[in-house]
DNA sequence: CTAATCAACAACCATATGGTTGCAGATCAG
DNA sequence: CTGATCTGCAACCATATGGTTGTTGATTAG
């Protein structure tokens, strides 16, 4: 499908990002659209220096990337990770459910309809 | 509605307490059944102490509850904080597609002023 | 060319984190 | 009562984190 599950490592990477309020506002920022580094650095009451770590942070946990346009870096976010992370939420779901152990059995016995 | 968002300092907790695989893993032990602290315990290569931490951690996110059992604690899912952060997630799903118009407002973890 | 802007990097600091060990308090078994 | 078990708490340690300032290197403007 459109993506694979977040390793351990990923996934480790992917909360610790998401884990910090300038951070998750910086993903917000550059889903609604792109922005540069020193652009988002004016946006917070904190040194450019700070706001360059927060997105290297981002950029680790794959949650941006960055590219040089002149002699700017543009930030821009890649959804992929995001929706990976939502899956691990679903997949704690279902386990909450009780289904996890069925869900290989949905996969093999395609025919039956288990209700509910 | 089932539940409120997560206040900025919730998403801090729970994003920081579901960025250790340790405790991801706890959270998934609880989910399939609850268990006593010593029983975790046993389940992972530290202290028992460590994993107390980790315990004590996850609860200040809310994600787990203890409850008093003779001389165990028994340690319970709770899944709305998990619900309420993957809400999260599907509202920088609707921020990507720009569908989010002024249902930003609502949402927006005050950072700083409204710039510009 | 010169000056200003954008960004990276390094060094530094205070605090938080994740682990340890040891001790103390309940609770249960015999 | 005695002893083993389950848990919490405190002290301690190494490392990571989030911030700072200062310096350097490209790139653009005048």
Redesign the pocket.
């Known amino acids: 499908m459109v993506a694979d599950q977040l390793t351990p490592e990923q996934a480790d990477r992917v909360f610790?990002?998401l884990?910090?309020?300038?951070?998750r506002d910086i993903v917000r920022s550059v889903l609604g659209g792109e922005a540069?580094?020193?652009?988002?650095?004016?946006q917070?009451?904190?040194?450019?220096?700070?706001?360059?770590?927060?997105?290297?942070?981002l950029e680790r946990a794959g949650l941006v990337t960055?590219t040089?346009?002149?002699?700017?870096?543009?930030?821009r976010a890649d959804l992929d990770p995001l929706r990976r992370a939502a899956q691990l939420f679903e997949h704690l779901e279902a386990l909450w459910r009780g289904r996890v152990d069925r869900m290989g059995e949905l996969l093999a016995e395609p025919q039956k309809g288990p209700s509910r």
Do not use: C, F, N, W
């Not at 540069?36 to 004016?42: F, T």
């Not at 917070?44 to 942070?57: E, I």
């Open positions: 610790h990002a884990a910090d309020r300038t951070r540069s580094v020193s652009a988002l650095g004016r917070y009451p904190m040194s450019l220096a700070a706001v360059q770590k927060h997105v290297a942070v960055k040089r346009r002149g002699r700017e870096q543009i930030v």
